[in-house]
């Protein structure tokens, strides 16, 4: 029997069956279409706020970087030596060059304004980190189909991306009050036209 059993299993005019493999049910490929096009709108938002942003925080990272603050006050004498090529180093524009030594001023006189601006900085600093994931996961979507993408966008975590973003774009909230920091982050004109 056994040798029957095996000419019959390893004979090439049986044709072997492969067990049907279900495909993705409309649910799941509406659910993965809607999750991949969560991520590419968080991309996106991410992109335009890093925009806006990015040249507006690098001043207050200088600034407060040359100070040495919110940890041990650097001497005066150094930061003023040091600040302009920390700031060229930065790629800070010559426009709001003029911002740093005022700066400078401020993060050694204000706490409060130290700390307001330092949490800020370590958000902004998150969304450009995993803003860089997400362009690392959009190359390789653009390789992957299936399955394996909708695992990688799950695995992201667009919804956590989307929050760490969103505070970024009240800056103008966060800032409101503070000396000189709220002239580079102004409350934008359509919600100042009540828009």
Do not use: N
Request: glycine fraction near 8%.
């Amino acid at each position: 029997m056994i040798g029957l059993l095996k000419r019959w299993t390893t004979s090439p005019s049986v044709e072997r069956l492969a067990p049907a493999v279900p495909g993705p049910t409309p649910q799941a490929v509406a659910a993965a279409t809607r999750a991949r096009q969560a991520f590419e709108a968080a991309y996106k938002l991410a992109c335009e706020v890093l925009a806006y942003v990015s040249p507006r925080l690098t001043v207050l990272r200088v600034a407060l970087e040359a100070t040495g603050r919110p940890g041990p006050a650097r001497p005066m004498d150094e930061v003023k030596r040091t600040l302009h090529a920390s700031g060229v180093a930065a790629g800070v524009a010559a426009p709001q060059m003029a911002f740093l030594p005022p700066l400078v001023k401020l993060f050694y006189a204000d706490d409060t304004a130290v700390r307001r601006v330092h949490p800020a900085l370590v958000q902004w600093q998150g969304v450009q980190a995993t803003t860089a994931e997400a362009e690392v996961l959009r190359g390789a979507l653009r390789s992957v189909e299936g399955d394996r993408g909708e695992a990688l966008v799950q695995a992201f975590e667009t919804g956590k991306y989307r929050a760490a973003i969103y505070p970024l774009t009240h800056l103008h909230l966060s800032f409101k009050g503070v000396p000189l920091v709220s002239e580079l982050f102004p409350v934008p004109a359509d919600v100042g036209a009540g828009k």
